[in-house]
């Protein structure tokens, strides 16, 4: 793993976005495995504003999104879906059809088939960017899902519920299932990067580091990949 620590969340966003943007001039025709929350929103700014200079172009690139919450429609401002198109895809010249985000409406057996399907037909993922939630979860893999799942239902723990709510009118809006890509789906991207930023998420960025390696953490499971940067800021970074 290679840790880089960042200063602050700018900083952190700026990193990110050089990865990726390094990632995109080597390989013009790539697959982005792409993150939602607060994590990545700088990051994606960033692209957006060395796009609009003229340095990126989007226009060959494919992207795979983790997750998606079970019953929001894509129009939903909550949906992942619309976050996505909001944050990157209405900004830059990527063409919409080679975004794929999991169908919130979707049966939750075809629908994680199909996902899978997808994943696969692109031929694999070249960077995955990853966000971490405070209780190591990666994508909406909660904490004892097995490490071998691809594409599946979950059920969201009340503490990701509690820490998503921000974004919710009330915690009873808060969807209780997801459907999110798996550990073995994302072990299986290229290179993984992952970003932190907060005094909230040192906890799970130690024991994704340093911790053991265990279905209960499930960012513990990068430890076993080959090809991981972590960038966490000062506060992120604070129990390294
Ligand atoms: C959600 C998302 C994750 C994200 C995590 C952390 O649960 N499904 O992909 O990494 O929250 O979010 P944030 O970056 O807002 O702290």
Request: proline share 4%.
């Amino acid at each position: 793993m290679t840790i880089v620590k960042a200063k602050d969340y700018t900083d952190l966003s700026r990193k990110a976005a050089n990865i990726i943007s390094a990632q995109i001039i080597m390989k013009p025709a790539c697959v982005l495995g792409l993150a939602t929350g607060s994590s990545p929103e700088g990051t994606y700014k960033q692209l957006i504003d060395w796009y609009q200079k003229g340095d990126l172009d989007f226009s060959q690139v494919t992207t795979v999104n983790l997750d998606e919450y079970r019953g929001l429609p894509p129009e939903h401002e909550q949906s992942y879906r619309y976050f996505m198109n909001k944050h990157l895809f209405d900004n830059v010249n990527i063409d919409k059809s080679r975004t794929f985000v999991p169908d919130g409406l979707a049966d939750p057996v075809e629908g994680c088939k199909k996902y899978e399907e997808i994943i696969k037909s692109t031929g694999g993922i070249d960077l995955q960017l990853l966000g971490i939630g405070v209780n190591g979860h990666i994508g909406f893999n909660e904490p004892d899902v097995f490490f071998e799942s691809e594409t599946h239902c979950v059920d969201l723990t009340e503490n990701t519920i509690e820490a998503n709510r921000r974004f919710f009118n009330s915690k009873d809006e808060v969807p209780k299932q997801a459907y999110t890509v798996g550990l073995r789906t994302i072990m299986h991207a290229k290179r993984i990067l992952v970003i932190a930023s907060g005094e909230n998420k040192a906890d799970a960025v130690y024991n994704a580091v340093y911790g053991k390696i265990t279905p209960e953490v499930p960012a513990s499971i990068l430890q076993l990949h080959n090809d991981v940067i972590i960038i966490a800021d000062e506060a992120a970074a604070k129990k390294l």
